[in-house]
């Protein structure tokens, strides 16, 4: 890297690092309402998401500064450290609350399946990138990348973490769309995935995981766990009203009746103190950060950038809308973290580095 | 696609710039900015929809009301022997607990619990802990299984004890209290490891389990599956609304081959010895478990509503082993009782034959030991079929040497000893067939001479257990078919619709010929009929039916030079363990008992009556019980 480029500066994605940092700052003051009764003014929860936000910090200025298109070289290791950190967490990993999902190095606590997503992304982005024809893809050429998401996507099943494996399969099926595929292709897949999910049914999953796999589907057919999660959380949304009950004011969430209130259903909290007015703006703030996101990709100069810029997007996008469906009762009870809100290191830093990346594909729109 | 559109041109403007890119990027960018306006769209009027439209009514249900959750606990199916009568079913547990959200000051309502209902307000406390988060809305169990006088008092003071709640849940009851306890078995609280385990894994911690038995064997078909209710209730815990429910499903039902008049019969024989011991009866013709008794034995109603940690390390610590199946994992020396092997060995190898006879003076000689017959003054001149009834040990001494111990084992391992018969209540004990090579692999010495003069009369390395004994026996009456035992006939839903029946099932044939085991027979059938017959005891039987048997002694230690001649003036843990296995009638038989009775002295005196009863009790009621089932 040669002298920092003065058009670098002049480039610099102000608009990105501001939605970025108004979001980021909500969440941390947010969590100081979601954490449980402790008597300290400020909880445990809101300062280490504070100093984690600032870590992730210089995360992203690192992930700026070299020229992304070197990632490009750098896409397969990575995406290789990333599925060897999952099979890590299966052999190594704790099992908490009936999961394994951690790689517990000291007072660290890393979260694999969040790194995957970038690793997924710019691997996707490369192969994309470099696919000689533009004509739209058949059955054959998506064989690699179908292996490619499959082998993260069995390995976050493993864990077991539902919510992670959908989130791939949505960020594997919007690059399938943005990169072209015959319809005909469409149609294979669509079979395929129908007699594949059939035969799981029928020959290979327990009885009590076939009850999880309806529960999720219908979550009134478990009233007593799902359904009850959804209801306390629209009770809490729909009693915060207009201009919402105040900061710190949420009893709802003050009480401990929404569960998972610091991770999954951050939201809720959001929107019972701040009312419509609140949680309207910060999905505008997100919408606003999807909307640069999906420009930064347009104006990107190579096809590489573009297709990671998009990547990255799509990350915000499915995971940000989601959870607030999930929160606001029109999806099923799912555990996606709300980017940027969520109480968690690994997903406050994967979504660092990812707007870090965003922010490099900007910066360097107009250097050949 | 307008949307698509005006979401391109709103991009194109903000960039206010153009890109040679691809032109099929642009697009698709367009048409992702479109998906994500709309989504969003929907999202936000959802969430219009839910703070502003129905706001007021979120208002009113979060300030003043709460959702409460009742687990609601499954019945158990029921277990019935094999004439229907009950041998564990349900009874009604008068319960206290509290929603630790409406009490308001928990430790104050505890507190009054326990001055309500006797209870130390500690234990109380320990009971529920320190409940958080959604712990607070559920009903948590303050007290359990109070009586119904208990649970009134609590009742008739509702009004001043807000968050607590009465219930009627269902708690396991065993008729007959330590009867066939350990076929039974027992619940427990699910452990920490078995919740790892894969056998486990739709287990959830706090569940109670069967640890023991049945209760363990065929936990998933007994369990059902609990259910539970969310109630919405206001401030002052008024039900206002059923927000869910889940119905609980009552458990299958367990239809056991055990005959309980039978099994009570043999618990009662063993009861009075004041001894432990063990009764194993079958069906020989299809392996069906009659009785499977072990004393001493415990009361799994005491594990019921869980048992207090004391009374637990006093069971585990006791010297006599209550928790201890002695049917299955018991192994003996199976003394004369192993008599049979060395019998059919002789025969088949060629070593006897029915025409040949041994002297029997009193003794044994090999090299230079010599080995006592339990008759002290000889048998004299003796053929295979006195020297069965007789139970004459100088004659096996004799056949056993000249067989030789691999071939003894060969025999033994065709009657399915040294290995577990294989009823599906375990866990069971494989016994043991000594052999050269075994005892070089285990100890790393040769195998002497001597030591197959032991083997040959069941003592020496020999074990089996009290159910191998019953496979044996039930295999040679029956004419050579060894049946796996078995213990759980029927499967039914809560209606009694048979949902899964056991076959019975051939393990092993005896490969010996029909010459041979006629032989055997007849000489098991003259040790209860013919005049110095060691089972004499099994004679008259109701009906006139003929019975054929084996008495067996098996020494704990090795005989004194000069044996006390009055056996109460041993000290009882080196008394012989007492054997004796029967089965009836002689010819076709359709009882097989196996008793064993620890240190209870000779076999014909100890073991053989507790058979004849329980022999006795099978005929004079055969008719009914097969008429009734």
Known sequence: MPAIDRRLIQNFEWPLLGLLLALALIGVMNLISAAPETGEWIPETAKRQFYLLALGLLALVVSLVPDYRSLERLAFPIYVLCVGLLIAVLIVGPVINGSQRWIVLGPLRLQPSELVKLGLVLLFARILARQETRAQLGLLELLRPAALFAVPAVLVLRQPDLGTAMLLALLAGTFLLVAGVRFSTLLWLGAAGIAGASGAWFFYLHDYQKERVLTFLSPERDPLGAAYHAIQSQIAVGSGGFFGKGFLRGPQSQLDFVPEQQTDFVFSVLAEEWGFVGAAFVMLLYLGLIARGLMIARVSKDLFGAYLALGVTAIFFWAASINIGMVLGVLPVVGVPLPLLSYGGSSLLTCLIGIGLLMNISMRRYIF | ?629
């Open chain 2, 1 to 629: 696609m307008d949307l698509a559109l005006l979401a391109s041109t709103l991009v194109s403007r903000i960039s206010g710039t153009r890109t040679p890119a691809d032109g099929q990027i642009e697009q698709r960018v367009a048409s992702a900015a479109a998906l994500a306006t709309a989504v969003w769209l929907v999202l936000l009027f959802r969430l219009f929809y839910l703070q502003v439209v129905q706001g007021e009514q979120y208002r009113i249900s979060a300030s003043r009301n709460s959702v409460r959750t009742h687990h609601v606990q499954a019945t158990r199916g029921i277990i019935f022997d094999r004439n229907g009568e009950i041998l564990v079913d349900s009874r009604p547990s008068f319960d206290v607990l509290v929603v630790p959200h409406e009490t308001g000051d928990l430790s104050l309502t505890l507190e009054r619990i326990g001055r309500l209902t006797g209870l130390e307000a500690a234990d109380i406390r320990q009971r529920v802990g320190k409940p958080v988060g959604r712990a607070r809305f559920q009903t948590l169990e303050a007290a359990r299984d109070l009586g119904r006088n208990g649970q009134a008092r609590v009742e008739a003071r509702r009004w001043a004890l807000p968050g607590v709640v009465t219930q009627v849940a269902p708690v396991r009851h065993y008729r007959g209290r330590s009867s066939a306890a350990h076929v039974l078995g027992r619940l427990g609280e699910i452990s920490s490891s078995q919740l790892k385990s894969r056998r486990y894994q739709a287990y959830q911690a706090g569940d109670v389990i069967g640890t023991e038995g049945i209760e363990r064997l065929l936990d998933a078909e007994l369990r059902g599956r609990d259910g539970g209710t969310n109630l919405l209730v206001d401030a002052h815990g008024r039900e206002l609304e059923l927000l869910g429910e889940i119905e609980p499903l009552p458990g299958k039902n367990v239809v056991l081959t055990l005959d309980q008049r039978l099994q009570s019969v043999a618990e009662a024989a063993l009861d009075e010895t004041g001894k432990a011991g063990a009764v194993v009866a079958l069906d020989p013709r299809n392996g069906e478990v009659l009785v499977l008794a072990s004393r001493p034995a415990f009361d799994p109603d005491r594990f019921a509503v869980g048992i207090d940690r004391e009374e637990w390390s006093v069971l585990r610590a006791d010297p006599r082993t209550p928790l201890h199946n002695r049917a299955l994992q018991g192994q003996y020396p199976p003394g004369s009782t192993y008599k049979v092997v060395t019998a059919l060995a002789g025969l088949e190898e060629g070593v006897i034959d029915e025409d040949y006879r041994v002297h029997c003076a009193g003794s044994f000689r090999l090299g230079r030991r010599r080995y006592r017959c339990w008759k002290r003054g000889g048998h004299g001149e003796v053929d295979l079929h006195r020297a069965l009834v007789e139970s004459c040990d100088v004659f096996f001494y004799a056949t056993g040497v000249e067989v030789g111990v691999d071939r003894l084992a060969h025999y033994a391992r065709i009657l399915g000893l040294g290995a577990p018969t294989g009823i599906e209540l375990g866990p069971e004990a494989a016994g043991l067939v000594p052999t050269r090579e075994w005892k070089e692999r285990r100890f790393g010495e040769r195998w002497q001479g001597g030591e197959t003069v032991s083997v040959a009369i069941g003592q020496g390395f020999n074990l089996w257990t009290p159910i191998q004994l019953a496979s044996v026996y039930s295999a040679i009456g029956s004419g050579g078919l060894r049946y796996r035992p078995f213990i759980v006939k029927q499967i039914t839903d809560p209606r009694g619709q048979v949902l899964r029946e056991t076959q019975p099932e051939v393990v092993g044939s005896l490969s010996v010929s029909a010459h041979a085991l006629a032989q055997v027979r007849s000489g098991l059938h003259g040790v209860v009929h013919e005049p110095h017959g060691t089972g004499w005891v099994m004679r008259r039987l109701p009906g006139g039916v003929e019975a054929a048997g084996k008495t067996g002694t098996a020494q704990v230690v090795a005989l004194a030079k000069d044996p006390p001649k009055d056996e109460e003036d041993i000290p009882e843990a080196q008394r012989d363990h007492a054997w004796f296995v029967t089965y009836v009638p002689a010819q076709d038989p359709r009882l097989l008992v196996a008793v064993l009775v620890e240190h209870g002295g000779h076999g014909a005196s100890a073991a053989a009556p507790i058979a004849k009863r329980v022999a006795v009790e099978f005929l004079e009621n055969e008719g009914e019980l097969y008429a009734r089932y």
